[in-house]
């Protein structure tokens, strides 16, 4: 009778272990590999949506860059100068997107006196790597870039970083754990902390509830690429943030929550602005108010004598 249930303990444990190890796979494959739009989609979705201007993005004076990523493959970037100054903003796009997608924010730069560079982030459109981080590779990669920006343009330029989605997490990300170089920040619909998120989106879309799944993917995404969701928390990242920080959000968001924009906003200390808008789901907030939206990065960066153009 011992020896039975000894037996039967131990098919019991070796189907929980398998079972264990499949999900923590197939999880793990979900977020590191999580599919990307087609960049011919995205470029399409644009043109119609009239957002990019095939005329002006082929005739505006640009130069194509290669940047070497710390994490070893290239990023590729792409310098919009349409203005004759050394101001820039980089624009973080965000995930399955590419850089064409956050060529309307550079025309939006362009008229408050900015010239842009838009990038693809790690794994997404034409750059390298095999994963993506959600902000915590992708945060060494914009400090990269950003680093570029000044040999580029010299240390009097205004240098700002604007971010959507995965981009907005991996701006805070940059700026309240590896440098807070730049001169301003605006977050757009950002996630307050990984974990969380994934937790949100579990619990909508699937049977789970509970943390220990997230818990069990975590041992092997530290196993599989090198780092624990712990460490992608814009929370604990935005305390350290001294610079300014406008925070953008569209009340009927249901991917990312508004309420994680507020809890980011409550916890930054000095210079701070937030926006919450009506209209517009998840990273809509430009594309459904766009006027609103430019005066409202307008404003942010008149009041803290950081607009070009008076």
Same mark, same amino acid.
């Given at each position: 009778m011992k020896r039975r249930i000894l037996w039967v303990t131990s098919i019991l444990w070796s189907i929980f272990t398998a079972s264990a190890a499949i999900f923590g796979f197939i999880f793990t494959n979900r977020l590191m590999y999580l599919k990307k739009k087609d960049d011919a989609f995205i470029l399409d979705r644009e043109i119609t949506a009239k957002r990019f201007d095939e005329v002006w993005f082929n005739t505006v004076q640009k130069t194509e860059k290669w940047i070497d990523s710390p994490n070893g493959y290239p990023i590729k970037a792409i310098f919009l100068e349409p203005l004759k100054t050394t101001n820039f903003v980089v624009i973080c796009h965000g995930v399955t997107e590419n850089k064409i997608n956050s060529v309307k924010y550079a025309r939006l730069f362009e008229r408050l006196g900015f010239n842009s560079v838009?990038?693809?982030?790690?794994?997404? @459109?034409?750059? &390298?790597?095999?994963?993506?981080?959600? &902000?915590?590779?992708?945060?060494?990669?914009?400090?990269? $870039?950003?680093?570029?920006?000044?040999?580029?343009?010299?240390?009097?330029?205004?240098? @700002?970083?604007? &971010?959507?989605?995965? @981009?907005?997490?991996?701006?805070?990300?940059?700026?309240?754990?590896?440098?807070?170089?730049?001169?301003?920040?605006?977050?757009?619909?950002?996630?307050?902390?990984?974990?969380?998120?994934?937790?949100?989106?579990?619990?909508?879309?699937?049977?789970?509830?509970?943390?220990?799944?997230?818990?069990?993917?975590?041992?092997?995404?530290? $196993?599989?690429?090198?780092?624990?969701?712990?460490? $992608?928390?814009?929370?604990?990242?935005?305390?350290?943030?001294?610079?300014?920080?406008?925070?953008?959000?569209?009340?009927?968001?249901?991917?990312?929550?508004?309420?994680?924009?507020?809890?980011?906003?409550?916890?930054?200390?000095?210079?701070?602005?937030?926006?919450?808008?009506?209209? @517009?789901?998840h990273a809509q907030s430009f594309n459904q108010n766009p006027e609103e939206y430019e005066q409202t990065v307008a404003d942010f960066l008149y009041t803290y004598d950081l607009l070009p153009i008076k």
């Open positions: 838009v990038y693809d982030h790690r794994r997404h @459109g034409d750059s &390298g790597g095999k994963t993506t981080s959600f &902000g915590h590779y992708e945060k060494m990669d914009l400090q990269a $870039v950003v680093n570029a920006v000044h040999d580029y343009a010299g240390e009097e330029a205004i240098i @700002g970083i604007h &971010g959507e989605s995965m @981009g907005a997490a991996t701006t805070i990300l940059y700026a309240g754990t590896v440098e807070d170089h730049a001169h301003f920040y605006i977050s757009d619909c950002a996630f307050s902390d990984f974990t969380d998120q994934l937790l949100y989106l579990m619990k909508k879309e699937t049977p789970l509830r509970t943390r220990y799944a997230i818990k069990l993917a975590d041992v092997f995404l530290r $196993v599989r690429d090198g780092y624990s969701m712990r460490l $992608v928390s814009p929370r604990e990242a935005v305390k350290h943030i001294e610079k300014p920080v406008l925070f953008i959000h569209s009340l009927p968001d249901d991917f990312i929550l508004p309420e994680m924009t507020k809890e980011l906003y409550e916890l930054k200390n000095g210079p701070k602005q937030l926006k919450l808008f009506e209209n @517009g789901p």
